[in-house]
């Protein structure tokens, strides 16, 4: 069956940088495309990027923009999200998401916590 396995989440300081990896089975992982998403504490989850089957991507946040890069690896199944210049509003769970057949997938999440 299909699974997302999220890690790489911790506490960082402001300013800090982490990397967190998402591990995808049950699919075919290369010809599709992958989402990370995250949610805030008391707030809906917002996607945050994606990334095409060859590697197109894309963050839609403009205050991550520059600072968040989405990448893959389609020989290990995983996708990944780098973010650096971490602030406090960047605390929140992140989770990772493939759409098959119309159907959305999640991982279980991965929490990220900024503060000093």
């Known amino acids: 069956q299909v699974q997302l396995v999220e890690s790489g989440g911790g506490l960082v300081q402001p300013g800090g940088s982490l990397r967190l990896s998402c591990a995808a089975s049950?699919?075919?992982?290369?010809?599709?495309?992958m989402y990370w998403y995250r949610q805030a504490p008391e707030r809906k989850r917002d996607l945050v990027a994606q990334?095409?089957?060859?590697?197109?991507?894309?963050v839609y946040v403009d205050s991550m923009k520059g600072r968040f890069t989405i990448s893959r690896d389609n020989a290990k199944n995983t996708v990944y999200l780098q973010m650096n210049s971490l602030n406090t509003e960047d605390t929140a769970v992140y989770y990772c998401?493939?759409?098959?057949?119309?159907?959305?997938?999640w991982g279980k999440g991965t929490l990220v916590t900024v503060s000093s």
């Open positions: 998401n493939v759409v098959l057949w119309g159907i959305n997938y």
């Open positions: 990334i095409t089957s060859i590697g197109g991507s894309t």
């Open positions: 049950g699919f075919t992982f290369s010809s599709t495309t």
